[in-house]
């Protein structure tokens, strides 16, 4: 929409922009997924249900949809048009969750081991058992600052073209 230009010449760094969308993107989700607490407020009132699991699970989602943001993020700077930027996030990202879960149970020896390493799906069902892990909270916040910092990367090669 012609905002980017407005930004660049205001009295604001890359750094400040990028992590301003990051951060209002993040707040947007975390109110959609605070919405889905009502499920939780009902097992607490109908039942005793296991609150650190679900806990931990809500970590999950949280750092999962940072890294989702944070890709989203990235192709969202790559191009003007919402379209291509949609795809170039949307088709990486589910071929990256639900193909690599898939591909890690056909692979076989090295292969396997590394792909076992970044499937998304093998972190996220460990918080869902009621696991916060250290190499599932590095590997999601890891990931997330890699996409952010190649995002500051593209908006600060913006200023020079």
């Known amino acids: 929409t012609g905002t980017i230009e407005g930004l660049l010449t205001a009295p604001v760094t890359e750094t400040q922009i990028v992590f301003g969308k990051f951060m209002a993107a993040m707040a947007f989700y975390a109110v959609l997924l605070a919405g889905t607490l009502i ?58 969750v639900w193909f690599a879960s ?31 892990t250290l190499e599932a909270v590095v590997f999601f916040a890891g990931t997330t600052a890699l996409f952010v910092f190649l995002t500051m990367k593209v908006v600060e090669s913006r200023r020079w073209l």
Not at 49 to 56: E, F, I, M, N, T
Not at 83 to 88: G, K
Not at 102 to 114: F, L, N, P
């Open 39 to 96: 499920y939780l407020v009902f097992m607490l009132i109908f039942g005793p249900p296991d609150v650190g699991a679900s806990l931990s699970a809500y970590l999950g989602l949280l750092l999962l949809g940072a890294m989702f943001v944070a890709v989203s993020l990235l192709s969202s700077s790559l191009t003007r048009n919402q379209i291509v930027a949609w795809a170039l996030s949307a088709v990486p990202l589910m071929v990256f």
């Open 102 to 132: 898939y591909i890690v149970r056909i692979a076989e020896g090295s292969w396997r081991y590394v792909l076992q390493q970044v499937n998304v799906m093998r972190y996220l069902d460990q918080f869902n058992q009621g696991l916060v």
